[in-house]
């Protein structure tokens, strides 16, 4: 490859964009740490939906899960739900009676990469001749085919049920801009398309004999997305690969990341603000190019003072692409990328913007604004101003932070989705139902062999799922137990025992609570002392309640700074405190003043409550420091320790405060509450009057604050 320069100043640049791209994340240990919270998501999320017998698979793909991305490049979260419980069939050999199938069905109106979908009988394996629903196409040769519009109508109307917003883009729908979810269905055959792929020369020997045969066991998905010059594109569906260019992705280099985080940083503040919404180059034409560069070029152009090269080659391969009109997809090369998203007078816009960045030696990454790319580049060569600039340390525990919060709001939301399902069960029978979830064998997901990882990330997922669970049975069965006067045994001691290391405080605040309803108030304090000496200042409160956005939240700096100390796992059980949850059937194991908490819709209150709350909204539930406090000053109390007591509520009344300023507290008003019930205990009935219509003020509607505004001015 001939340089365009001098050989030094690539050199040296390289070495100085990659300092750059480090201070920015761009590291081996924030890119790995990426991939496991997303794949350890994608796990949790699949053996959830596993547990409950539903037959949907999830992954994540795109930016985050590769950890091909920056604190401010606002990558959103890709997700492929994948129904496995169709049977897609390349040819009718492939049906299978009882189940819904589909035949592939290459129709003479379909371009490359797209295919419709023959709806097929259950009982035999022939053609469907009558449509089932509005979603059901007939041709005009009698043939019905799905259509690629039914999932988005149905999802559109859930999200209008429930009050959500509504986003839609391409096959993606969605509640929010930042997450894209995706539906599919699961290719049983490599389409035909591939096939070239598999067998074309590679002159360099990526991807390996050993990733192709993974790949083409991985095969393919389908998603509801027509072609975008089709006169019939409401009954087409795209064949994706996206297992294939994820496992593409993840067998990179650090160094391959940092030629393809350059490239997108180049799009975002050069390229695009250039064409000016004249077209649009994405990040899967400069992935494209990404693979075709790793396949042409030599080993040893993969280097530290080479980047620059790297990122040149890619450059011209887009160029090229523009001259020629087509954009080859990586895997099926007859599909044009360039199709929908740059028409040919684009092209040549394109084709300039490029030209002027090869040209210049890539002279504009000193203007990409992006994570201060630029003044970080120049600070690395002049001595200028860096007052914009985030330290690697910080940036790095920035990325930690948003990792752990994601995956430890998620964990608790998989929880909170399968005790969803427990709504209206009596003690007895929710306790039936979550012994029969924890004991049940892991069924397994759809793996391929070479997805140990994810295999043992199901085991470990599902051991942490059924400790949550257990948590929650064991407070169920005590709670009966109480009820009815019967000693507890020790199968729930056992269970309370195996759940202790969900996180630092949650499950010991729920075995001292049924201890102080228990009255065995000095066992209690015992638990309690506990749980405040391993609560120390490097622990983060977290919610799955719907109320923790990690996206926006930022957790303590003396929690990021300690987890990101630590190893490529950083959900760190040990250093987060979810908040504790009582469901009505748990309701002898609570305090009876949290029992309000449990009714706290008046009226019609329900209707108006945000849907992420209504899961929850006739639980009790409390973050796990103000309950701490609650349950010392009530276990103080009983037991006569007057000192001790008043200890127990300045640190309450102190939780409350420090929560409220530092954003710690997800559940405030109840916070509230404990600490004015609290006052009403130290016969101060005015302020704690106060206390609730201030929560009152805060939120009018679905608070317990309007019950207990009656009981102490005698409303009835």
């Given at each position: 490859?001939?340089?365009?320069?001098?050989?030094?100043?690539?050199?040296?640049?390289?070495?100085?964009?990659?300092?750059?791209?480090?201070?920015?994340?761009?590291?081996?240990?924030?890119?790995?740490?990426?991939?496991?919270?997303?794949?350890?998501?994608?796990?949790?999320?699949?053996?959830?939906?596993?547990?409950?017998?539903?037959?949907?698979?999830?992954?994540?793909?795109?930016?985050?899960?590769?950890?091909?991305?920056?604190?401010?490049?606002?990558?959103?979260?890709?997700?492929?739900?994948?129904?496995?419980?169709?049977?897609?069939?390349?040819?009718?050999?492939?049906?299978?009676?009882?189940?819904?199938?589909?035949?592939?069905?290459?129709?003479?109106?379909?371009?490359?990469?797209?295919?419709?979908?023959?709806?097929?009988?259950?009982?035999?394996?022939?053609?469907?001749?009558?449509?089932y629903?509005?979603?059901?196409?007939?041709?005009?040769?009698?043939?019905?085919?799905?259509s690629?519009?039914?999932?988005?109508?149905?999802?559109?109307?859930?999200?209008?049920?429930?009050?959500l917003?509504?986003?839609?883009?391409?096959?993606?729908?969605?509640?929010?801009?930042?997450?894209?979810?995706?539906?599919?269905?699961?290719?049983?055959?490599?389409?035909a398309?591939?096939?070239?792929?598999?067998?074309?020369?590679?002159?360099?020997?990526?991807?390996?004999?050993?990733?192709?045969?993974?790949?083409?066991?991985?095969?393919?998905?389908?998603?509801?997305?027509?072609?975008?010059?089709?006169?019939?594109?409401?009954?087409?569906?795209?064949?994706?690969?996206?297992?294939?260019?994820?496992?593409?992705?993840?067998?990179?280099?650090?160094?391959?990341?940092?030629?393809y985080?350059?490239?997108?940083?180049?799009?975002?503040?050069?390229?695009?603000?250039?064409?000016?919404?004249?077209?649009?180059?994405?990040?899967?034409?400069?992935?494209?190019?990404?693979?075709?560069a790793?396949?042409?070029?030599?080993?040893?152009?993969?280097?530290?003072?080479?980047?620059f090269?790297?990122?040149?080659?890619?450059?011209t391969?887009?160029?090229?692409?523009?001259?020629?009109?087509?954009?080859?997809?990586?895997?099926?090369?007859?599909?044009?990328?360039?199709?929908?998203?740059?028409?040919?007078?684009?092209?040549?816009?394109?084709?300039?913007?490029?030209?002027?960045?090869?040209?210049?030696?890539?002279?504009p990454?000193?203007?990409?604004?992006?994570?201060?790319l630029?003044?970080?580049?120049?600070?690395?060569?002049?001595?200028v101003?860096?007052?914009?600039?985030?330290?690697?340390?910080?940036?790095?525990?920035?990325?930690?932070?948003?990792?752990?919060?994601?995956?430890?709001?998620?964990?608790?939301?998989?929880?909170?989705?399968i005790?969803?399902?427990?709504?209206?069960?009596?003690?007895?029978?929710?306790?039936?139902?979550?012994?029969?979830?924890?004991?049940?064998?892991?069924?397994q997901?759809?793996?391929?062999?070479?997805?140990?990882?994810?295999?043992?990330?199901?085991?470990?997922?599902?051991?942490?799922?059924?400790?949550?669970?257990?948590?929650?049975?064991?407070?169920?069965?005590?709670?009966?137990?109480?009820?009815?006067?019967?000693q507890?045994?020790?199968?729930?001691?056992?269970?309370?025992?195996?759940?202790?290391?969900?996180?630092?405080?949650?499950?010991?605040?729920?075995?001292?609570?049924?201890?102080?309803?228990?009255?065995?108030?000095?066992?209690?304090?015992?638990?309690?002392?506990d749980?405040e000496?391993?609560?120390?200042?490097?622990?983060?409160?977290?919610?799955?309640c719907?109320?923790?956005?990690p996206?926006?939240?930022?957790?303590?700096?003396?929690?990021?700074?300690?987890?990101?100390?630590?190893?490529i796992?950083?959900?760190s059980?040990?250093?987060?405190?979810?908040?504790?949850?009582?469901?009505?059937?748990?309701?002898?194991?609570?305090?009876?003043?949290?029992h309000?908490?449990?009714?706290r819709?008046?009226?019609?209150?329900?209707?108006?409550?945000?849907?992420?709350?209504?899961?929850?909204?006739?639980?009790?539930?409390?973050?796990?420091?103000?309950?701490?406090?609650?349950?010392?000053?009530?276990?103080?109390?009983?037991?006569?320790?007057?000192?001790?007591?008043?200890?127990?509520?300045?640190?309450?009344?102190?939780?409350?405060?420090?929560?409220?300023?530092?954003?710690?507290?997800?559940?405030?008003?109840?916070?509230?509450?404990l600490?004015?019930?609290c006052?009403?205990?130290?016969?101060?009935?005015?302020?704690?009057?106060?206390?609730?219509?201030?929560?009152?003020?805060?939120?009018?509607?679905?608070?317990?604050?309007n019950?207990?505004?009656?009981r102490?001015?005698?409303?009835?």
């Amino acid at each position: 490859m001939n340089r365009l320069v001098s050989g030094w100043f690539y050199d040296v640049m390289s070495l100085r964009l990659i300092a750059a791209l480090e201070d920015m994340g761009v590291t081996e240990l924030i890119v790995g740490r990426r991939r496991h919270t997303f794949l350890q998501d994608e796990s949790a999320k699949s053996v959830s939906l596993k547990l409950r017998g539903s037959n949907v698979v999830f992954y994540h793909f795109g930016s985050m899960t590769e950890g091909t991305t920056t604190p401010s490049m606002g990558s959103d979260i890709d997700t492929l739900y994948c129904n496995d419980g169709v049977n897609i069939m390349s040819g009718w050999p492939e049906w299978e009676r009882g189940r819904e199938n589909l035949l592939m069905v290459k129709h003479e109106t379909c371009s490359p990469q797209h295919y419709r979908l023959q709806e097929a009988r259950r009982d035999l394996p022939l053609p469907l001749t009558q449509p089932y629903d509005e979603y059901c196409v007939t041709d005009h040769d009698g043939k019905i085919y799905r259509s690629n519009k039914g999932i988005g109508h149905r999802v559109r109307q859930i999200n209008a049920d429930a009050n959500l917003p509504y986003f839609h883009a391409g096959p993606s729908h969605s509640f929010s801009e930042m997450y894209d979810f995706v539906p599919a269905y699961r290719c049983r055959t490599l389409p035909a398309e591939c096939d070239s792929w598999f067998t074309r020369s590679r002159p360099e020997n990526w991807p390996t004999l050993e990733m192709l045969q993974v790949a083409r066991e991985l095969g393919c998905f389908l998603i509801p997305d027509g072609h975008c010059f089709s006169e019939h594109s409401d009954v087409e569906w795209r064949v994706s690969p996206s297992l294939i260019e994820r496992h593409l992705m993840f067998s990179m280099e650090t160094i391959h990341t940092q030629c393809y985080v350059t490239l997108k940083l180049l799009k975002k503040d050069t390229i695009n603000p250039y064409l000016n919404g004249n077209g649009k180059l994405t990040s899967f034409h400069c992935k494209t190019a990404l693979f075709y560069a790793r396949e042409q070029l030599l080993p040893e152009m993969w280097t530290v003072d080479r980047l620059f090269d790297c990122i040149m080659y890619c450059l011209t391969l887009l160029r090229d692409w523009t001259t020629s009109g087509h954009c080859p997809h990586y895997i099926m090369d007859e599909v044009n990328l360039f199709d929908g998203k740059i028409d040919s007078e684009q092209r040549m816009h394109l084709h300039a913007i490029l030209t002027i960045i090869i040209d210049t030696h890539l002279a504009p990454l000193a203007f990409v604004k992006t994570d201060s790319l630029g003044v970080r580049l120049l600070h690395n060569v002049y001595t200028v101003a860096i007052w914009d600039m985030t330290p690697r340390r910080a940036v790095n525990q920035g990325i930690t932070g948003f990792l752990s919060g994601f995956g430890n709001v998620q964990q608790m939301t998989n929880v909170r989705d399968i005790l969803h399902f427990t709504a209206g069960c009596s003690p007895d029978a929710m306790c039936l139902y979550l012994h029969s979830l924890i004991t049940q064998p892991l069924q397994q997901l759809h793996r391929h062999r070479s997805e140990q990882d994810l295999c043992r990330l199901d085991v470990v997922n599902r051991d942490s799922l059924i400790r949550y669970l257990q948590q929650h049975l064991a407070s169920t069965a005590a709670s009966i137990c109480l009820q009815h006067g019967i000693q507890i045994g020790s199968r729930i001691w056992s269970w309370y025992s195996a759940a202790m290391n969900t996180d630092v405080a949650s499950t010991r605040l729920k075995l001292a609570s049924m201890l102080y309803c228990k009255g065995d108030l000095q066992l209690a304090a015992v638990v309690l002392e506990d749980v405040e000496r391993r609560y120390d200042n490097t622990v983060q409160a977290m919610c799955g309640c719907g109320r923790m956005d990690p996206l926006v939240k930022k957790p303590r700096e003396a929690f990021t700074e300690a987890v990101n100390d630590e190893n490529i796992n950083v959900l760190s059980t040990n250093r987060v405190a979810y908040c504790v949850s009582f469901l009505p059937q748990e309701a002898f194991c609570v305090p009876p003043f949290l029992h309000y908490e449990m009714v706290r819709a008046v009226g019609d209150d329900i209707q108006h409550s945000h849907p992420a709350d209504r899961d929850w909204m006739n639980w009790a539930v409390v973050d796990s420091r103000p309950f701490l406090h609650y349950l010392q000053y009530l276990t103080f109390r009983g037991l006569g320790f007057r000192h001790r007591q008043k200890q127990a509520l300045r640190s309450l009344i102190s939780s409350n405060l420090d929560g409220f300023r530092h954003g710690q507290l997800f559940h405030p008003e109840t916070a509230l509450h404990l600490a004015t019930h609290c006052m009403e205990m130290e016969n101060r009935p005015d302020l704690a009057l106060q206390g609730y219509l201030a929560s009152q003020s805060r939120i009018p509607r679905n608070n317990a604050a309007n019950w207990h505004i009656r009981r102490l001015t005698r409303i009835q």
